[in-house]
């Protein structure tokens, strides 16, 4: 067993005016691991995000790393949220800027980066001259250039077309095999949830919390062919019916 | 492009041949209405007068210009790091702003000479829609984005550096181009005010001075360098927003400015 990575135990948030976004949730993150959060919009599955990220506190519950501390942490979000007004370059550059790095010193690791999602000859390219799908590129690119023990996204191919979107999706399965960090994946696709994850954790509708858990046996690495395979298919099967029953559950 | 600017040019020759013939026509005296031929040769007459005010009128905008930026920035900046002062001050600066600026000239006149009030009124006027609209500006930044820098452990100074002031950027751009006009404004307010009371070198003096010599031509051509300075200074910070704007896509532009007071 890997050792884990994190652990969520009991966690619940309110907002300011009263809605519930989680009750009790319980998560457990191994290390290496692909994990989807599948569920409704509005469910809570992006403050589960923000919590872990630390961009948020808890009202109960806690959160416990491995190590103590909370590790490097990447984060993509739905939209590619570049500074529109910096090269790929600097958008890249961001997180180490801001941990002091200079330009001299960050530049092969940016380049090293922009290679992995395939952009090396759009380092001097803005993101208005980039297409939707090569800005996410960028996106993901500044997320993994401090090299995350845990990459946090939140529905971040949502707002693509499918070609792009499932191109995308192998790519990232590919950049996880090769830099081995943890994934914790918002989606509320079925198939892309099925596509790319170790492990989907089906959420129920407001106040969230984990209804099903369904692993999915198969290697990390999966290509087009993954697709037509049974795991695939009974795992999108086994994941709608978890969705189906959390809807229903709710509409009673 | 070509079109475009035939069409309106088109219109502007039309209505000064339309007032040329009408004067012309009518026989109207010079002293009641100037055609535009004879403005046009007063200017050139006139010259060494008026190109001299012109220059007292444009070097006392730019200089408010300058002051209303620098000073604008600096205390949108102090507003956004430290959100009491902004509930202190605002109050006092929105005050400043909707007393118009010429029942306060007068007022400057009493305290300072003459070229310092003109230059104190064109600020006043100029300052606040730099600060509105780079407040504004300063407070309009990416939500993730902002996420991310907390989440990467940005400072408050390296949030402002790297994330609100490019930020503001086009925000601040939008009230340069509001500021740029209202400076003028304030500079010709202030200076018929100082005209009045038989001071001052400007062109706004010079309207002034004819008016009472009853020389209209004159008048008018005083008017026709306030239009053109006025045309000139809007072009240029047009240019330089549209330069330092390049890179932005055009959703990025700000879709709406803070309502600066145009009045005067």
Redesign the interface.
């Given at each position: 067993m890997t050792p884990e990575l994190l652990n969520l135990h009991g966690v619940s948030k309110s907002f300011a005016n009263g809605t519930q976004a989680l009750a009790g949730l319980e998560l457990k993150l191994s290390r290496g691991e692909f994990v989807s959060l599948l569920g409704p919009s509005g469910c809570g599955k992006s403050t589960a995000l923000r919590l872990i990220a630390g961009l948020d506190t808890p009202d109960a519950g806690h959160l416990s790393w491995l190590g103590g501390t909370r590790p490097e942490i990447g984060f993509v979000f739905q939209e590619p949220t570049l500074m529109p007004w910096a090269s790929v370059f600097e958008n890249v550059w961001l997180p180490l800027r801001l941990k002091g790095v200079s330009r001299q010193k960050a530049t092969a690791a940016i380049e090293e980066t922009l290679a992995l999602v395939g952009l090396s000859s759009f380092i001097n390219a803005f993101p208005r001259e980039l297409s939707g799908g090569m800005r996410m590129r960028v996106s993901i690119a500044r997320a993994l250039v401090l090299r995350p023990t845990l990459l946090l996204m939140d529905e971040p191919f949502a707002a693509l077309d499918e070609i792009t979107r499932s191109k995308l999706n192998r790519d990232l399965l590919h950049l996880q095999a090769s830099l081995g960090m943890t994934i914790l994946f918002v989606t509320h696709s079925v198939y892309e949830s099925a596509y790319l994850s170790s492990r989907i954790c089906v959420f129920s509708q407001r106040p969230g919390r984990i209804a099903a858990e369904i692993a999915i046996a198969a290697p990390g690495t999966r290509d087009e062919t993954f697709r037509l395979s049974q795991i695939y298919l009974d795992a999108c099967a086994n994941a709608s019916a978890a969705l189906e029953e959390t809807m229903r559950g709710a509409a009673a | 492009m070509k079109s475009d600017r035939i069409l309106p040019l088109a219109v502007f020759m039309t209505l000064l041949a339309g007032w040329e013939g009408i004067v012309r026509g009518l026989g109207i005296a010079p002293y009641i209405l100037p055609a535009p031929s004879l403005i046009l040769s007063t200017l050139a007459e006139d010259w060494t007068i008026l190109s001299a005010s012109l220059w007292v009128t444009l070097r006392i905008t730019a200089a408010a210009l300058v002051l209303a930026t620098v000073i604008g920035v600096a205390i949108a900046i102090l507003f956004a790091q430290f959100r009491w002062l902004e509930r202190s001050f605002l109050p006092v600066a929105v005050i400043l702003q909707v007393t118009p600026i010429i029942a306060i000239a007068p007022l400057l006149l009493v305290y300072l000479e003459p070229g310092s009030a003109v230059l104190a009124c064109a600020f006043l006027v100029a300052f606040f829609p730099v600060l509105a609209n780079t407040a504004l500006g300063l407070g309009s930044a990416?939500p993730?984005?902002r996420?991310?820098?907390?989440?990467?452990?940005?400072s408050a100074w390296?949030q402002m550096r790297?994330?609100r002031l490019?930020s503001a950027?086009p925000y601040f751009l939008g009230g340069l181009r509001i500021a740029g006009g209202l400076a003028l404004i304030g500079a010709i307010a202030a200076e018929i005010a100082a005209g009045a009371a038989g001071q001052g070198a400007g062109l706004a003096y010079r309207i002034v001075e004819a008016g009472y010599r009853l020389n209209i031509p004159r008048m008018f051509a005083s008017l026709a360098l306030i239009s053109v300075a006025g045309i000139a200074i809007y072009s240029a910070l047009e240019f330089i927003s549209q330069r330092a704007l390049r890179?932005?896509?055009e959703a990025?532009r700000p879709k709406g400015q803070a309502s600066a007071f145009t009045d005067i």
């Open positions: - | 990416d993730n984005l996420d991310l820098f907390t989440l990467y452990g940005a390296q790297f994330l490019p950027l890179r932005w896509t990025s």
